[in-house]
């Protein structure tokens, strides 16, 4: 309950929430309304004064007119009266002349009168040239709103549709991770001790044989068998160019482990031998695929470059386990058509400081951002989200502008001589007498 005074009897008195807010919100609509009525009226007065001002004008150019018509007749009534004077001196010997002179002054006084008329009917046509003008803004400013909002409406339907891609595009890669997850969990429960590691093993030789075989039939995907060093990788990678180049090489390490093993190794325990092979061996890039340290957000996330650590060397879930490879092949290729092109600009004795270094960074960094771009996935759903929000307000900002313009147009459409002439007795004398002048034209 709120208490407040009233501000006729200054009695208190108390109302509940629901009173209260309806009080507050009578408050807010009159202050809204007296706030539309101030701007009605603003927008009346500006477009008064407009209205006098031209005519004013019209007025002033009206006077002008007049005055010098008049001037005119004066001048030439005062030639009349010098004549009759000289008739009076000599009636009988210039009647002929002085008949002639007073009917040539009759057609002066003729025409300076229909100048006059066609004056007023100036006056008549720039009062109707001004309206005109003012409906022609009007209808402009119309076509220009309708024609916002349907780009507004345009640009609405086309950032719907792109979030809808973008949100379509997730759920399968989500659906597809899940049931990535889904297989490996089944998988663990399935295995024993002695067959995890494998297991994992023999799928991703599966993998490679069924998807990426067919596609690389040069590449060479075997065991690494030579133990001759100490130790030896799972699996080495090796592709090569038409000409028999090889442009990448992968040395393969599979870990995994039973959840109910007393033991929990991690990743980084086995970083250290995964390099020592990848050299022994004379391999580009090492890749460890594991399933070690399940509930780690950094593994689980995608593709981890550990280089800081070791050179060229990656983490991934077995489900980048192609996509790795993939990715790593087309960079190779660029990277042999850029040292063939090397080769040649060498030839040819072309400045190349720097470009190898410069090429095996871009490797580097493609690889990075291939790590960056998942991760500003999210960031894009949310710009899109403002993109909308702000369309909408775009959208508010014309439908307030569009009622404005309405009730302008309405006043325009309402405005008539009657209330133009309304308290100004000047227009109204003289929009009185231009229609005097026409009906005394169609009386004669």
Same mark, same amino acid.
């Given at each position: 309950m ?8 200054h009695?208190?008195?108390t ?7 309806s ?5 807010k609509n009159a ?21 006098a001002?031209?005519a004013a004008?019209?007025e002033?150019?009206y006077q @002008? ?6 001037q005119k007749?004066s ?7 010098r004549?009759q004077t000289?008739l009076g001196h000599?009636?009988?010997?210039k009647k002929?002349?002085i008949?002639?002179?007073?009917? @040539? ?11 006059l008329?066609?004056?007023d009917s ?8 001004e309206?005109?003008?003012a409906q022609d ?5 119309e076509a ?6 349907a780009s507004?409406e345009l640009?609405k339907?086309?950032a719907a549709?792109?979030e809808n891609?973008?949100k379509? @595009?997730y ?6 991770a899940?049931? @990535?997850?889904e297989?490996?969990?089944?998988l663990?429960?399935?295995?024993s ?7 994992l !093993?023999?799928h991703?030789?599966?993998l490679f044989?069924q ?9 060479y ?9 100490g130790t030896?990788?799972d ?15 992968i040395?393969f390490e ?5 959840d109910e ?6 990743n ?10 990848r ?5 580009e890039?090492?890749?460890l ?6 509930d780690?957000e950094l593994?689980n996330?995608?593709?981890?470059d550990v280089?800081y650590r070791y050179?060229?060397m990656y983490?991934?879930r077995p ?6 490879i993939?990715?790593l092949?087309q960079?190779s290729?660029k990277s042999l ?13 072309v400045d190349?400081?720097?470009? !190898?270094s410069?090429?095996?960074?871009f490797?580097d ?8 771009a998942s ?7 949310e710009e899109?989200?403002k993109?909308?929000?702000?369309l909408?307000?775009?959208?508010s ?7 404005n313009l309405?009730?302008?147009n309405n006043?325009?459409?309402a405005?008539?001589?009657k209330?133009?002439?309304h308290?100004n007795p ?7 007498e231009?229609?005097?002048q ?5 009386? !004669?």
């Amino acid at each position: 309950m709120k208490e407040l005074i009233c501000p006729n009897c200054h009695k208190a008195f108390t109302v509940d929430e629901a009173g209260y807010a309806s009080i507050v919100n009578q408050v807010k609509n009159a202050e809204f309304d007296a706030e539309i009525n101030r701007r009605l009226v603003e927008l009346h007065e500006r477009h008064k004064a407009e209205e006098a001002l031209v005519a004013a004008k019209a007025e002033q150019q009206y006077q @002008q007119e007049r005055s010098r018509q008049a001037q005119k007749l004066s001048e030439k009534e005062a030639e009349i009266v010098r004549l009759q004077t000289e008739l009076g001196h000599a009636e009988e010997k210039k009647k002929g002349e002085i008949s002639l002179a007073l009917a @040539q002054k009759d057609q002066e006084i003729a025409a300076l009168q229909a100048s006059l008329n066609e004056n007023d009917s100036r006056l008549k046509m720039a009062v109707m040239e001004e309206q005109r003008k003012a409906q022609d803004s009007l209808q402009h400013r119309e076509a220009e709103i309708a024609q916002l909002k349907a780009s507004v409406e345009l640009d609405k339907q086309k950032a719907a549709n792109h979030e809808n891609a973008i949100k379509e @595009q997730y759920e399968l890669k989500l659906k597809a991770a899940q049931e @990535q997850v889904e297989y490996y969990r089944d998988l663990k429960t399935r295995m024993s001790t002695k067959m995890i590691g494998e297991t994992l !093993e023999i799928h991703c030789a599966t993998l490679f044989n069924q998807t990426m075989r067919s596609m690389l039939p040069n590449a060479y995907f075997e065991k690494d068998n030579d133990a001759s060093g100490g130790t030896k990788g799972d699996f080495i990678f090796r592709d090569y160019a038409e000409d028999g180049t090889e442009y990448v090489s992968i040395m393969f390490e599979m870990k995994n482990e039973a959840d109910e093993t007393a033991t929990k190794h991690k990743n980084e325990d086995f970083f250290k031998k995964l390099d020592s092979d990848r050299r022994a061996k004379g391999c580009e890039f090492a890749v460890l695929v594991s399933l070690l340290e399940p509930d780690n957000e950094l593994y689980n996330g995608g593709i981890v470059d550990v280089s800081y650590r070791y050179d060229k060397m990656y983490v991934i879930r077995p489900q980048f386990f192609l996509p790795l490879i993939s990715l790593l092949v087309q960079t190779s290729k660029k990277s042999l058509a850029y040292k063939q092109q090397l080769a040649i600009a060498q030839s040819q004795s072309v400045d190349v400081t720097n470009f !190898e270094s410069r090429l095996m960074d871009f490797k580097d960094k493609f690889a990075n951002n291939y790590r960056l771009a998942s991760e500003k996935f999210q960031k894009a759903i949310e710009e899109i989200d403002k993109s909308i929000e702000h369309l909408q307000k775009i959208k508010s900002a014309l439908l307030g502008s569009e009622n404005n313009l309405r009730l302008a147009n309405n006043k325009a459409e309402a405005l008539t001589i009657k209330k133009l002439t309304h308290n100004n007795p000047t227009m109204k004398a003289k929009f009185d007498e231009v229609r005097r002048q026409e009906e005394d034209t169609d009386e !004669e």
